[in-house]
């Protein structure tokens, strides 16, 4: 099975840069299948990981950033994979 783990969070404005810099120098204590960020306006920085594990499985996750660089706490959610079409 195929788990999706999404890290989302929202910067202090103006710092969009320094928080996606900051989620792509963090490091994981597992390897996933595949790794990947985005942005988005308003400071928002998306980091997608997935995984070949059960649904219930412990795994690694990026932690919360610094207080300063974020407004609010990340948002965190987990999905398993139906395919692709």
Do not use: C
């Not at 840069?17 to 400071?43: I, M, N, T, V």
């Not at 499985?57 to 692709?84: C, I, K, Q, Y």
């Amino acid at each position: 099975m195929t788990v999706a783990l999404m890290w989302e969070a929202r910067a202090v404005p103006g710092r969009g840069e320094e928080l996606l810099a900051w989620a792509h120098a963090q490091e994981l204590s597992g390897k996933p299948l595949r790794r990947e960020a985005f942005r988005a306006p308003q400071d928002r920085v998306l980091v997608i990981t997935w995984w070949d594990a059960p649904y219930d499985a412990e795994l690694p996750e990026l932690p919360e950033p610094a207080g300063d660089l974020v407004n609010r706490a990340v948002h965190r959610w987990r999905f398993e994979s139906m395919g692709t079409a």
